[in-house]
């Protein structure tokens, strides 16, 4: 039988750096799980299409090569063909994940369908994470594909015991290790942040805060523009590209966090830190559905007026600019600001349910034990 923990990955760089800072913190995670003896031998092949952006969250990354091995896997790009495809014709895989509707190369495909291997491929579809109803609804679901000897199933990230779960990774210890300060982070899409700027100037003179990070990204720019704007003096310091291990120390020891994306709010939410969550952008203004969907988690962590102050300040977040009322929006971030001590209980509380939860990659090895060797497939 072939090893079962031989596991490929599919990453296709789709949101700039969210989607592989999710699929190489799965990786890692799996990885480690591999000092478990039940699952001995794991195995990781990381194929990745834009390894430039790979190497923005991991330096050791060299995007000129076709494969290298970097932290105990093997990577590969995506998009050299002839390559890929004769290294997997010798060794054809036997778990992929393919991960946020990423498709399979061309290459792979041919391996899976034309050229027909003979053993069972189990195809693990990690979605996007949500907290709407329907994580649970698809967790574990099966789907058919064009052959008896490539299976599918997808297996859902969420927010409740129902679904795989969040990556914990090293969250548990670097809480240990927290030493709060008073310092914000602030990572986000492009829109108009004068809202913010304009409350975060009067917050500061008034609770002595020591500095703002800004991440690298899409909305680094609007902020700037609308801290220069509105002529602000709190200090702000602009993150260079950083590691994903030194981002994650970062991160634990602020006392406020305004997170966009997956990662980044999987990683916030863990933290128990206070946060406001800016959603990936979508046509009609689907964000606000995810949004709703992941306020109602909060919901029982927190008294009815303090989660109406988070509810306002999110939905302000995630609404178009030609929507909001930029006076009341920003008296809706300041009252978030300034409710901060009272609101920590309520995201500690929810950190903690999360965590226990588990672990997405334990849940997620777990599951390929299950159906690679127990149920002989």
């Known amino acids: 039988m072939k090893n079962p923990f031989d596991i490929t990955i599919l990453c296709k760089v789709v949101d700039n750096f969210g989607d592989i800072g999710v699929v190489y913190r799965l990786a890692k995670s799996i990885l480690n799980l591999s000092q478990n003896p039940q699952f001995a031998k794991t195995k990781i092949r990381l194929i990745v299409d834009d390894l430039t952006a790979f190497n923005k969250i ?4 060299d995007d000129k090569k076709s494969f290298q091995c970097v932290n105990g ?26 991960c946020f509707q990423c498709g399979r190369p061309d290459w792979l495909e041919k391996i899976l369908f034309d050229d027909k291997v003979c053993h069972i491929v189990n195809i693990i579809m990690i979605d996007y994470l949500t907290a709407e109803d329907y994580a649970e609804t698809f967790h574990r679901l099966q789907s058919l594909t064009r052959s008896a000897r490539v299976q599918k199933v997808n297996f859902m990230p969420g927010f409740t015991e129902k679904t795989g779960g969040l990556i914990l990774d090293n969250m548990e210890n670097l809480l240990q290790k927290k030493v709060e300060k008073k310092q914000i982070l602030f990572f986000s899409y492009d829109r108009d942040w004068s809202f913010l700027t304009s409350a975060l100037e009067k917050f500061y003179n008034e609770n002595g805060f020591e500095k703002l990070f800004v991440a690298q990204g899409k909305g ?33 020891d602020c006392s406020i966090l305004f997170i966009r994306g997956e990662e980044s709010l999987s990683r916030a939410a863990l933290s128990g830190i206070p946060f406001v969550w800016h959603a990936y952008p979508q046509s009609d203004e689907y964000q606000l559905v995810k949004v709703n969907a992941l306020l109602e988690k909060l919901r029982p962590f927190f008294s009815e007026s303090d989660f109406e102050i988070i509810k306002k300040v999110w939905i302000d977040f995630n609404s178009p600019d030609s929507e909001l009322d930029k006076v009341q929006t920003q008296q809706n971030v300041l009252e978030f600001l300034k409710n ?9 509380k929810f950190g903690q ?10 849940n997620l090895m777990t599951f390929i034990k299950q159906i690679v060797i127990i149920e002989g497939n």
């Not at 991991?58 to 990354?61: H, V």
């Not at 901060?340 to 500690?348: A, P, R, S, V, Y």
Request: aromatic share 18%.
């Open 340 to 348: 901060i001590e009272n609101l920590k209980d309520g995201f500690e």
């Open 220 to 252: 680094k720019e609007s902020f700037c523009k609308a801290y220069k704007d509105e002529k602000c003096n709190f200090f702000v310091e602009e993150l260079p590209f950083i590691n994903q291990e030194e981002w994650d120390a970062l991160l634990v």
């Open 58 to 61: 991991n330096d050791k990354i």
């Open 353 to 362: 349910n999360l965590r226990k939860n588990g672990d997405l990659a334990f």
């Open 73 to 98: 896997m093997e990577i590969y790009d995506w998009n050299d063909f002839d390559f890929c495809y004769n290294e997997f014709t010798k060794n054809p895989p036997v778990v992929i994940l393919e």
